[in-house]
């Protein structure tokens, strides 16, 4: 039995039954036995180069070698941490941005959502406290982000958390922005939003966003967007604000900065925002984290983004997203499946939710069950298959990945027919 305590699970199950992965190659990873499984959710959304660049660890070890890491704050800088803000500033869709490097996608919540206050409370209003999220969206697991998540499971039993927070459905402009004006404009500081809610990928309608950035634009409310999952080519462009039209001001980013090979987050403020924190007599803005700015860390994202540049990794999830939606489409026809949906190189294929009531463990059974034709994924809010390969897949091996779960699901579904 492991002592590892490992996160978002039900250790009464895991414990005696871990799978231990020991290896990983381009889109492919292998078990302590020896198994070969696609990883169809490229880890937890983030292994956006793939498994194995050795030009990734390489740079790592380089840059350790010299110097592994120095803190950040105060005066103190490294070469990669410069160089990456730089890089991140040129890509983000937002005007003049200045980049806050984090330890994840939670830290950049968190960061977000107090610097969001703190930005109010220094140009004269401080009563600007309210946050608003939408329902359905996932905003990381600490303290803001619990309290932010449209998720209820995830606020359960840890009791009142961080007040001045609201939730809206999770496509309805007219509801955004009744609720701002019942609140008051001049209690609301936020508007957090992901371009695609990632917990079940909710694409938005065409317009949905843009729409919700005029409405918090006319009454002063800044507009937040979540780019921990969307960021760095997951929906064919460097960032979802682009793929719908809108300049936040402020991006969340983490993930797919370094395809998970070492953890890193951040946010790209606008010159707006971070005006009132650089000016000459400026304050301190009292917050960060011992590894923001790690230099190590920082040189993995650089050459990270080497790769995506080098190999076109953007514009090649672009390319093959008609293919991953028409291969995964085909599923919605196999048995336990409710609906495919997709966008970019990201999918959802639901189970059946008439299935999952009459047997709660069917979720758990069909992840096992496509894991034992070669397909390793994870559940989403409300029982779906997640389908985020790496960057650098083919369409053959979205082919197995499709197959994998097709075979799956029809081995339960023989299961249920022999076993009644």
Same mark, same amino acid.
């Given at each position: 039995m492991s002592r590892f305590w490992h996160p978002f699970a039900s250790m009464g199950s895991v414990k005696d039954a871990e799978l231990v992965l020991v290896r990983g190659r381009n889109s492919t990873l292998i078990t302590a036995s020896g198994e070969e499984l696609l990883d169809a959710s490229g880890g937890l959304w983030y292994c956006a180069a793939g498994h194995g660049r050795t030009e990734i660890v390489d740079a790592m070890s380089a840059q350790a070698y010299e110097l592994e890491s120095c803190s950040c704050f105060e005066d103190v800088c490294n070469v990669p941490a410069g160089v990456l803000a730089d890089r991140v500033a040129d890509l983000a869709p937002l005007d003049d941005p200045r980049v806050f490097f984090t330890s994840g996608g939670s830290d950049a919540v968190d960061t977000a959502a107090k610097l969001a206050r703190r930005y109010w409370a220094e140009v004269g209003q401080p009563g600007k406290l309210t946050i608003i999220s939408r329902e359905g969206s996932y905003h990381g697991a600490h303290t803001f982000g619990t309290s932010l998540a449209g998720i209820p499971g995830n606020r359960e039993g840890f009791g009142p958390l961080v007040r001045e927070i609201?939730?809206?459905?999770?496509?309805?402009?007219?509801?955004?922005?009744?609720t701002i004006d019942r609140i008051g404009a001049d209690k609301?500081?936020?508007?957090f939003a992901e371009p695609v809610i990632n917990a079940?990928? /909710?694409?938005?309608?065409?317009?949905?966003?843009? &729409?919700?950035?005029?409405?918090?634009?006319?009454? *002063?409310? =800044?507009?937040?967007?979540?780019e921990v999952v969307t960021g760095f080519g997951r929906l064919g462009r460097w960032f979802g604000s682009e793929r719908y039209g809108v300049r936040p001001d402020m991006l969340l980013f983490a993930k797919g900065i370094t395809s998970g090979y070492l953890p890193l987050g951040g946010v790209a403020v606008s010159?707006?925002? #971070? &005006?009132?924190? /650089?000016?000459?007599?400026?304050?301190?803005?009292?917050?960060?984290?011992?590894?923001?700015?790690?230099?190590?860390?920082?040189?993995?994202?650089?050459?990270n983004l080497n790769v995506f540049e080098r190999e076109g990794l953007v514009d090649r999830a672009r390319e093959l997203?008609? *293919?991953?939606?028409?291969?995964?489409?085909?599923?919605?026809?196999?048995?336990?499946?409710? *609906?495919?949906?997709?966008?970019? =190189?990201?999918?959802?294929?639901?189970? *059946?939710?008439?299935?999952i009531e009459a047997d709660p463990f069917f979720p758990q059974r069909a992840l096992q069950a496509a894991r034992k034709h070669g397909v390793l994924s994870r559940m989403l809010?409300?029982? #779906?298959?997640?389908?985020s390969p790496p960057l650098i897949i083919t369409v053959e091996e979205l082919e197995r990945i499709a197959d994998g779960i097709r075979l799956g699901l029809r081995d339960l579904a023989l299961s249920a027919t022999t076993a009644g």
């Amino acid at each position: 039995m492991s002592r590892f305590w490992h996160p978002f699970a039900s250790m009464g199950s895991v414990k005696d039954a871990e799978l231990v992965l020991v290896r990983g190659r381009n889109s492919t990873l292998i078990t302590a036995s020896g198994e070969e499984l696609l990883d169809a959710s490229g880890g937890l959304w983030y292994c956006a180069a793939g498994h194995g660049r050795t030009e990734i660890v390489d740079a790592m070890s380089a840059q350790a070698y010299e110097l592994e890491s120095c803190s950040c704050f105060e005066d103190v800088c490294n070469v990669p941490a410069g160089v990456l803000a730089d890089r991140v500033a040129d890509l983000a869709p937002l005007d003049d941005p200045r980049v806050f490097f984090t330890s994840g996608g939670s830290d950049a919540v968190d960061t977000a959502a107090k610097l969001a206050r703190r930005y109010w409370a220094e140009v004269g209003q401080p009563g600007k406290l309210t946050i608003i999220s939408r329902e359905g969206s996932y905003h990381g697991a600490h303290t803001f982000g619990t309290s932010l998540a449209g998720i209820p499971g995830n606020r359960e039993g840890f009791g009142p958390l961080v007040r001045e927070i609201a939730r809206v459905p999770r496509f309805d402009v007219g509801a955004l922005a009744d609720t701002i004006d019942r609140i008051g404009a001049d209690k609301v500081a936020a508007f957090f939003a992901e371009p695609v809610i990632n917990a079940g990928v /909710w694409a938005p309608p065409e317009a949905y966003l843009a &729409e919700a950035q005029a409405v918090c634009a006319e009454r *002063d409310v =800044l507009f937040v967007a979540d780019e921990v999952v969307t960021g760095f080519g997951r929906l064919g462009r460097w960032f979802g604000s682009e793929r719908y039209g809108v300049r936040p001001d402020m991006l969340l980013f983490a993930k797919g900065i370094t395809s998970g090979y070492l953890p890193l987050g951040g946010v790209a403020v606008s010159a707006r925002v #971070a &005006e009132p924190f /650089w000016r000459d007599d400026a304050p301190m803005f009292r917050h960060g984290y011992t590894y923001s700015g790690h230099a190590t860390v920082c040189a993995a994202g650089i050459e990270n983004l080497n790769v995506f540049e080098r190999e076109g990794l953007v514009d090649r999830a672009r390319e093959l997203e008609p *293919d991953f939606a028409e291969i995964l489409g085909r599923l919605r026809d196999e048995p336990g499946v409710a *609906d495919v949906r997709s966008a970019g =190189l990201a999918a959802a294929v639901q189970l *059946d939710p008439r299935i999952i009531e009459a047997d709660p463990f069917f979720p758990q059974r069909a992840l096992q069950a496509a894991r034992k034709h070669g397909v390793l994924s994870r559940m989403l809010s409300g029982f #779906a298959f997640q389908i985020s390969p790496p960057l650098i897949i083919t369409v053959e091996e979205l082919e197995r990945i499709a197959d994998g779960i097709r075979l799956g699901l029809r081995d339960l579904a023989l299961s249920a027919t022999t076993a009644g």
